[in-house]
């Protein structure tokens, strides 16, 4: 009879927890089932252009269970479309963020890190944030190449900030590595040429500047190089010289009516400007 007692408490004892696991089963089943069908329906709505439901339906799915395969999957698309398709950069931040708090992969969070600084960088201008964003990325196991753009970038950003004198330090140090590629170095040279001209430096800008076109004359074609160095020159009333930078564009700049009217106002100064009289 005793052992009759124990053996049926041990049954109802195992239901329970059966039951109990069941009902946690369930549960949990239950709410990966609506997050992926939010999720799916976010695919669904992407797909048929309707991103303003994508989005809803994305976020919906984040917030049920945040750091889970799917809310991080959701997540990604959310970035997609808000960069690329309705352009909203700062909840395109807010999520790269969420992606770096919740990310088990470290190639992903240093990844979203950097998208972040691009977005304040390149899509909202806001530089004094880029700045922030860069230094951060700088914490990582980089390369040297790696380094080299970060620093890069943060000259940049001071240079756009209108500190001149950072963004030419920040610049100047990079020609000390060795690790500096070609492109890099035409990158700073170009950075510092454009730091004389704003601070009107125009002899010491056209040196840069035609030291420039003579090294690098593709990468000078599509940065505008000879049209900047034809500026200082104006500026400085070398005409002559800014003519002659003129011409050796005219049949590659686009459109050709800029060249031609820039070559027109040059003419009528250089026959308008006073001539110099000649002493007795």
Request: aromatic residues 14%; hydrophobic residues 35%.
């Given at each position: 009879m005793v052992i009759h007692r124990t053996f049926i408490k041990a049954i109802n004892s195992s239901l329970g927890i059966f039951f109990f696991l069941c009902a946690q089963i369930f549960f949990h089943v239950g709410c990966e089932s609506r997050q992926e069908k939010e999720f799916k329906r976010g695919i669904k709505y992407q797909n048929s252009k309707d991103y303003s439901s994508a989005l809803e339906e994305f976020e919906k799915s984040i917030k049920r269970e945040p750091g889970n395969p799917t809310s991080l999957m959701a997540a990604r698309e959310s970035i997609k479309i808000l960069l690329y398709e309705v352009k909203?950069?700062?909840?395109?931040?807010?999520?790269?963020?969420?992606?770096?708090?919740?990310?088990?992969?470290?190639?992903?969070?240093?990844?979203?890190?950097?998208?972040?600084?691009?977005?304040?960088?390149?899509?909202?201008?806001?530089?004094?944030?880029?700045?922030?964003?860069?230094?951060?990325?700088?914490?990582?196991n980089l390369s040297k190449e790696e380094q080299t753009k970060i620093h890069l970038s943060i000259a940049r950003a001071y240079y756009y900030l209108g500190q001149f004198n950072q963004s030419w330090n920040e610049a100047s140090s990079l020609l000390l590595e060795n690790s500096v590629s070609q492109d890099q170095i035409f990158d700073v040279y170009l950075l510092q040429a454009n730091i004389h001209q704003s601070l009107k430096r125009f002899s010491e800008a056209t040196k840069l500047f035609e030291?420039?076109?003579?090294?690098?004359?593709?990468?000078?074609?599509?940065?505008?190089v000879g049209i900047n160095l034809a500026l200082c020159y104006e500026e400085l009333g070398v005409y002559k010289e800014a003519m002659r930078v003129l011409e050796s564009l005219k049949n590659s700049y686009e459109p050709k009516e800029y060249i031609a009217l820039r070559l027109k106002k040059l003419k009528d100064r250089l026959i308008n400007q006073p001539k110099k009289r000649l002493k007795k």
């Open positions: 909203n950069y700062e909840k395109a931040i807010e999520l790269l963020k969420f992606l770096i708090l919740y990310s088990n992969n470290s190639e992903e969070r240093w990844r979203s890190q950097s998208q972040i600084a691009q977005i304040y960088f390149d899509n909202l201008g806001w530089y004094d944030k880029a700045l922030i964003e860069y230094s951060k990325l700088l914490n990582g030291e420039i076109l003579t090294r690098f004359p593709e990468r000078s074609k599509k940065e505008n």
